[in-house]
């Protein structure tokens, strides 16, 4: 059964940093690429970041610079590494992972960029 549980979201001012983290289980995580979305307050949700299994990564232009995505294969989890944050930034953030033809989605963890 696969499950996905991220963490580390918060409340945090313009221009500073949080990392999310998700831990995986239930497959074998070192083989499927891994994804963070987000979605903020009316809008569809957006892909952020995308990590494949070696490592290769790409942003959605709006994080390039910013947002860094790594993966830590012995302890199934995968990071989002969030620098330089704006309130355009506060969204619900939600890792992903799309196997077999099927998505599957953590639980969610909200970041607020707020002064």
């Known amino acids: 059964q696969v499950q996905l549980v991220e963490s580390g979201g918060g409340l945090v001012q313009p221009g500073g940093s949080l990392r999310l983290s998700c831990v995986a289980s239930?497959?074998?995580?070192?083989?499927?690429?891994m994804n963070w979305f987000r979605q903020a307050p009316g809008k569809q949700r957006e892909l952020v970041a995308t990590i494949t299994g070696g490592g290769n990564t790409d942003y959605v232009d709006a994080v390039k610079g910013r947002f860094t995505i790594s993966r830590d294969n012995a302890k199934n989890t995968v990071y989002l590494q969030m620098d330089a944050l704006k309130p355009e930034d506060t969204a619900v953030y939600y890792c992903?992972?799309?196997?077999?033809?099927?998505?599957?989605w953590g639980q969610g963890t909200q970041v607020t960029v707020s002064s």
């Open positions: 239930g497959f074998t995580f070192s083989t499927y690429p």
């Open positions: 992903n992972l799309l196997r077999l033809g099927l998505g599957y």
